[in-house]
């Protein structure tokens, strides 16, 4: 059973999911056009990755008696100055995605909505692993800067392929 205000977060939550993959869709298309696409690959993997966080609030919303309502998506940015400021973009992201989950995880403890809560528990460890991930080729890209070590990097990050939880 969800309350109202429950319900409006999850969704607002759902639908926030969906703009981090139109983001991340968005940087791998940039980074396709400008000649790395490992690293246009490993966008789209995490595009992937945030379409299965989506439909994990999508079918929580309608498993708990809700209704999963899909709103207005904002258009994402299409360009970035380099590929270090758009995983600093992203890493900003996902800082902000942990805040919003923290935020719902305060809400199902407010309205001592257990179910909820556990539910919230996966997508708080899984922001653990986002804001590692990205962090970390953060520092890459800081390291490696312009030269030849992106390219490398470009052929490491290419390798990723998203495939989902078998049991989530
Ligand atoms: Fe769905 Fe990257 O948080």
Redesign the pocket.
């Given at each position: 059973m969800l309350s109202e205000k429950m319900q409006d977060a999850l969704n607002a939550q759902m639908n926030w999911?969906i703009f981090?993959a139109h983001i991340y869709l968005s940087m791998s298309s940039h980074f396709s056009q400008i000649g790395l696409p490992g690293i246009a690959q490993w966008m789209n993997a995490q595009y992937q990755e945030?379409m299965f966080?989506a439909m994990k609030f999508f079918a929580y919303i309608n498993e708990a008696g809700g209704h999963a309502r899909l709103g207005t998506i904002d258009t994402p940015p299409y360009e970035w100055k380099t590929p270090l400021a758009a995983f600093e973009d992203a890493l900003a992201h996902?800082q902000g995605?942990t805040a919003r989950i923290n935020e719902l995880a305060n809400l199902a403890i407010e309205e001592k909505n257990h179910a909820v809560g556990i539910f919230l528990q996966w997508f708080i460890s899984?922001?653990v692993e986002?804001e590692d991930t990205v962090g970390g080729i953060v520092g890459k890209l800081k390291l490696v800067g312009d030269g030849g070590g992106l390219f490398m990097l470009d052929r490491d990050l290419g390798t990723r392929v998203f495939t989902p939880p078998v049991k989530a």
């Open positions: 999911e981090s945030e966080h996902e995605v899984e922001q986002e």
